[in-house]
């Protein structure tokens, strides 16, 4: 029962490029989604997680930032920069029961606790860091090694039925290292 979303978006973005491979970014985005699709616990014995156009409508807005620089450069080109990438949002959507009950033919009934959520699956805030170190031999050979770091901050998984609250999926970091050579 369902159907695609309709998805606006506006970005306002400011770029500035010091040297080549260095980048400094401001990014402020907004987003109106209609009908939006999410992961709801269905209203029934079993709890059972489905999904559903959830609403009529719904917003996202935020910021983004975003920077490269290389910060040493040795003489027999190896090149270590660092990275990062943040952005700040919100999401909010009003949902609707009679919506969902009525679109599904009375297949997909839903008691949300809560009559506004955030979107399933849209964290807050997410961060990204890097530190890489690039060595470039040849045209035809280089080397580069690169840990990150990542994170995301609580998310909603499921929006909550019945007085049971939502789902959350909790906010991790992760730590890579990652090294290529051609």
Excluded: C
Excluded at 25 to 36: D, H
Excluded at 48 to 72: F, P, Q, W
Excluded at 142 to 155: E, L, P, Q, R
Aim: charged letters at 20%.
């Amino acid at each position: 029962y369902l159907y695609a979303s309709d998805n606006y978006n506006l970005d306002l973005k400011w770029e500035m490029f010091p040297q080549s491979g260095e980048l400094l970014s401001v990014t402020a985005f907004g987003k109106l989604i209609k009908n939006p699709i999410n992961e709801i616990m269905i209203a029934s014995a079993t709890n059972d997680i489905s999904y559903a156009n959830t609403g009529d409508n719904g917003y996202v807005y935020g910021v983004e930032v975003e920077m490269r620089k290389h910060i040493l450069e040795t003489a027999n080109n190896g090149k270590l920069s660092v990275g990062f990438n943040g952005a700040l949002m919100n999401t909010q959507q009003t949902l609707d029961a009679t919506k969902v009950t009525t679109e599904t033919n009375g297949m997909v009934n839903i008691d949300p606790t809560h009559p506004k959520s955030s979107f399933t699956g849209a964290s807050d805030f997410v961060m990204n860091a890097d530190v890489s170190y690039n060595k470039l031999y040849t045209a035809q050979r280089d080397f580069t090694a690169t840990v990150m770091y990542n994170y995301y901050s609580d998310k909603l998984y499921a929006i909550g039925t019945g007085q049971l609250g939502n789902r959350v999926d909790k906010g991790l970091g992760t730590l890579d290292f990652v090294l290529k050579t051609k």
